[in-house]
């Protein structure tokens, strides 16, 4: 192989490398849904699409949740002779997986927030029926920052045959809701949070290693440099050829030309001294 063709060679191993090994890089696919005015208690649903197995292979799944809370809830003291002491009430924000054969994944905020100003108390009478607005109105709650559900190199929440789960045509829905507590000391009660709206986004990260497949114009010019290839080949051969055939051709009109001419002197002379005797 001459050194041009080489050269050629070379080159579409070059960039055919290039551009597999560019396309190995990690990528990112990220899902965005809002959710709004889902009441205390309630779950508001969030879908989102599965992952696309044929993109390339999946190496991690994240959530994250944000959500603000505004409205009121009141307690009720149900005794009628002890007051009750309410020291504080928090909230946080839960995400959980559902549907048939989802694998169980449930992640709650790790900070609460407080809904009442944060160090005080609040007495409520006997028998008495007392509200309080969430303050301030609304409450950004903490929010779940890219908790990881999946990993191929880590421990995640799912073991990796939970990933498959996530992998298919269909989609998949998490519940966002919000998680109460409330500090009370004394008498009986009963508390009502359904007044309470929360709103706010969850989004779903899928990263993965994509399949390698060169770009259109990569094909393009690995075509063109393979077709150049065979070309100059084409033309060395037929170069090659030519000279060969007209070496053969010198060398058969050359033979041609001594066997077609007068007999050597030798043997004419010796035929006249034959017929003279």
Not at 73 to 88: I, K, R
Not at 121 to 136: Q, V
């Amino acid at each position: 192989m001459s050194a041009h063709s080489r050269f050629l060679s070379g080159t579409i191993i070059t960039l055919l490398t290039a551009t597999i090994s560019g396309q190995l890089k990690a990528a990112v696919i990220s899902m965005t849904r809002s959710y709004t005015d889902a009441t205390s208690g309630a779950a508001r649903l969030v879908t989102f699409d599965q992952f696309d197995s044929s993109l390339g292979t999946l190496t991690a799944i994240t959530l994250s949740a944000t959500g603000a809370s505004r409205g009121s809830f009141y307690v009720h003291n149900l005794d009628s002779s002890e007051t009750l002491t309410l020291n504080g009430s928090t909230i946080r924000i839960r995400a959980t997986l559902t549907g048939d054969s989802a694998p169980v994944v449930r992640i709650t905020g790790n900070t609460t927030q407080a809904t009442t100003s944060p160090g005080l108390s609040y007495d409520i009478n006997p028998s008495e029926l007392k509200t309080f607005t969430i303050s301030p109105t609304p409450l950004t709650l903490t929010p779940i920052s890219d908790t990881t559900l999946f990993s191929s190199t880590s421990a995640g929440l799912l073991p990796e045959s939970g990933a498959a789960y996530f992998t298919g045509p269909g989609t998949v829905n998490f519940s966002i809701a919000e998680v109460w507590a409330t500090n009370i000391t004394g008498g009986d009660m009963t508390q009502d949070y359904s007044n309470l709206l929360m709103s706010g986004e969850a989004t779903l990260k899928y990263v993965y290693d994509p399949t390698p497949v060169p770009e259109p114009g990569t094909w393009i010019m690995s075509t063109l440099l393979v077709t150049g290839i065979g070309a100059h080949w084409w033309r060395r051969r037929r170069r090659h050829k030519s000279r060969t055939t007209s070496s053969r051709s010198r060398i058969s009109h050359g033979q041609s030309s001594r066997s077609s001419g007068p007999p050597p002197s030798g043997r004419v002379k010796i035929r006249h001294l034959i017929k003279l005797d």
